[in-house]
């Protein structure tokens, strides 16, 4: 079990359930232990000590925190308004709608709590048609009805 070098600690202690003997990879390092024996030992030597069967008193990999990435503010505000799009498509309700088929601003602004303008909008319900056209889920779309020929 080969751990990467740069999430182990430079030292850590092991122990030995057997008298054991523990060389590094280069042959540079060496740790002798009795049977019972607890050794504060190199990382050089760790892959080396497992392998050997040595018990390590604690994990060998360092928790780091995780790496919080935070969206700029165009990207929250992009994706905020492609959601909002979507969900006033669906609802389907032409009060959300100008007349030239666009979403109001006071809807849009209903459902995101950040600043945006009509060209956001316009360009969000742009992509949001294009992805409702693309799934297939596109409730603002109604077959012509179907007439039959009166006898």
Known sequence: MELPVD??????K????LPTRVV???GSMCAIFEAGETLSINRKLFTAAIAAGLVPEEPLIVQTPPVVVQKSQEEVVVDGLLE????????GDPGDFTMTGFPRAASVKKLVD???TTKDIERAFGEAMHEV??????STEHSEPVSS???
């Open 24 to 26: 590094s990879d280069c």
């Open 149 to 151: 020929a009166a006898e």
């Open 7 to 12: 999430d182990r600690p430079l030292m850590a």
């Open 114 to 116: 950040f600043h945006f």
């Open 133 to 138: 056209e693309r799934d297939g889920n596109d």
């Open 14 to 17: 092991f122990t030995a359930t």
């Open 84 to 91: 909002a799009c979507k969900l006033l498509i669906a609802k």
